[in-house]
């Protein structure tokens, strides 16, 4: 996508399995649970509505992202943060997902992101989804941990692992934890 004038995004690459998604899930729930935020999905689909979940893990639930979104009287407004799952795939970068104890799996990264026009938001939109922002991210580092390097050493940036995927990555020390095609290891 080309720059856009006013345009603000922001993307953090994670590993994190269902015990991670969970703990994730916890440190966000008594922001999102005061009815300032609400996790959906259906937002960036043509057809069909947009549906609220009371949870991230019931959100992934038969979908393959989530986004948490600000709440106006119950409805979803706004931007939204997007969530997608970390899976295990087989064979290569686009293969199929399989059971994590299958051999030559490999983990594959998603991501927390958003991509925003705060000029073309109203004044509470713009404070209450910065304000999100930030509680998602602090509630990231808080289940997670910068502990990846790329194949020469040096720290992968804005790369993060949950500690149920790390816990994996060390008992599957042969099999891969692939970011958007680039191959990291543990440090």
Same mark, same amino acid.
Request: hydrophobic share 40%.
């Given at each position: 996508?080309?720059?856009?004038?006013?345009?603000?995004?922001?993307?953090?690459?994670?590993?994190?399995?269902?015990?991670?998604?969970?703990?994730?899930?916890?440190?966000?729930? !008594?922001? *999102?649970?005061?009815?300032?935020?609400?996790?959906?999905?259906?937002?960036?689909?043509?057809?069909?509505?947009?549906?609220?979940?009371?949870?991230?893990?019931?959100?992934?639930? /038969?979908?393959?992202?989530?986004?948490?979104? @600000?709440?106006?009287?119950?409805?979803?407004?706004?931007? /939204? @943060?997007?969530?997608?799952?970390?899976?295990?795939?087989?064979?290569?970068?686009?293969?199929?997902?399989?059971?994590?104890?299958? !051999?030559?799996?490999?983990?594959?990264?998603?991501?927390?992101?958003?991509?925003?026009?705060?000029?073309?938001? !109203?004044?509470?939109?713009?404070?209450?989804?910065?304000?999100?922002?930030?509680?998602?991210?602090? &509630?990231?580092?808080?289940?997670?941990? &910068?502990? @990846?390097?790329?194949?020469?050493?040096?720290?992968?940036?804005?790369?993060? *692992?949950?500690?149920?995927?790390?816990?994996?990555?060390?008992?599957?020390?042969?099999?891969?934890?692939? &970011?958007?095609?680039?191959?990291?290891?543990?440090?």
């Amino acid at each position: 996508m080309a720059y856009e004038r006013g345009r603000q995004s922001r993307q953090t690459s994670t590993f994190m399995l269902a015990a991670d998604v969970r703990a994730f899930d916890d440190v966000l729930s !008594p922001y *999102i649970s005061g009815g300032i935020g609400c996790w959906t999905t259906g937002f960036h689909k043509s057809e069909g509505p947009v549906v609220v979940h009371s949870s991230l893990g019931e959100a992934l639930t /038969g979908d393959i992202q989530a986004f948490l979104r @600000l709440t106006e009287g119950g409805t979803p407004t706004g931007p /939204g @943060l997007q969530y997608l799952p970390t899976n295990m795939a087989g064979g290569s970068w686009a293969g199929p997902r399989v059971d994590p104890e299958t !051999p030559n799996a490999f983990i594959r990264a998603d991501r927390l992101a958003y991509l925003w026009f705060p000029d073309r938001e !109203p004044h509470a939109v713009q404070t209450g989804f910065a304000e999100m922002v930030e509680v998602a991210w602090r &509630a990231l580092h808080a289940v997670t941990a &910068a502990h @990846l390097v790329l194949s020469d050493g040096s720290p992968a940036r804005s790369t993060r *692992i949950g500690s149920a995927a790390r816990e994996w990555a060390m008992k599957h020390p042969s099999q891969q934890l692939v &970011a958007w095609n680039t191959h990291l290891r543990l440090r």
